[in-house]
């Protein structure tokens, strides 16, 4: 019990050390994290709650689209704000709500960049228009035309697909792969918002720890000496 003791009084007084530990928790909980992401997702794949679908580029009954005009797998955009509505219930075999977890978008830009690629979601069913708080952004796999979303866990009462940002741009699109299974390395690899948490929150909460530690001891100190 001393030795404990002792070991958290030296981390209290080296900054240094209270910074290591900070960042030594960190990197656990987004271990731990990662390994319930992956038992989870592998669960909910077992009941069949999350299940793969590919949908061709030239189906003309799965998405809604809004200012896009589709010659097979060849779309064409009418004006800034493209829009590809997915049929959940089309791809989902619990219906809808449904369970997406990964979008594989493989699509060939003709004529120019698309400025932006992004995916809105619905997670809630009282959710009558889309909100850019609930989008999220491509990785891009090198240059084969080849987009991922990747999307939080839980049900998704909407799906929406913006291809880009721009009038008059082409594009061919290959297919839409929903619920592309994840390798187990995979759930490991950081993400732009894990980056970010790394480079911030571990020294926010030893900032926090360190003001936190200086003010009960300086309670403390009063509090003695108010006795004397």
């Not at 779309?75 to 959940?88: A, F, G, K």
């Not at 592309?180 to 690899?189: H, Q, S, T």
Request: net charge neutral; glycine share 8%.
């Amino acid at each position: 019990m001393k030795r404990v003791k002792a070991f958290w009084n030296s981390i209290w007084k080296n900054d240094r050390r209270l910074v290591a530990l900070c960042y030594a928790v960190f990197l656990a909980g987004s271990i731990l994290a990662s390994l319930y992401g992956f038992a989870e997702d592998a669960y909910q794949r077992a009941r069949g709650n999350v299940a793969q679908t590919e949908i061709s580029g030239a189906q003309e009954d799965i998405f809604a689209l809004t200012d896009l005009e589709q010659e097979g797998d060849l779309y064409t955009s009418t004006s800034v704000d493209p829009r590809m509505e997915l049929d959940l219930a089309a791809v989902s075999p619990t219906g809808v709500p449904a369970y997406v977890r990964r979008v594989t978008v493989r699509v060939t830009f003709l004529n120019m960049d698309p400025g932006e690629l992004s995916v809105f979601y619905k997670p809630r069913a009282d959710m009558e228009e889309y909100d850019a708080t609930y989008r999220v952004w491509a990785h891009k796999e090198a240059e084969d035309g080849v987009y991922t979303f990747t999307l939080p866990r839980g049900a998704l009462y909407g799906l929406r697909l913006d291809p880009g940002i721009y009038s008059g741009m082409q594009f061919r699109l290959e297919s839409v792969i929903i619920n592309e299974p994840r390798g187990f390395f995979e759930w490991f690899l950081p993400t732009r918002p894990w980056l970010l948490c790394l480079a911030v929150v571990p020294l926010l909460t030893a900032s926090v720890l360190k003001y936190l530690a200086l003010a009960a001891a300086a309670l403390g100190a009063r509090r003695a000496g108010g006795k004397t």
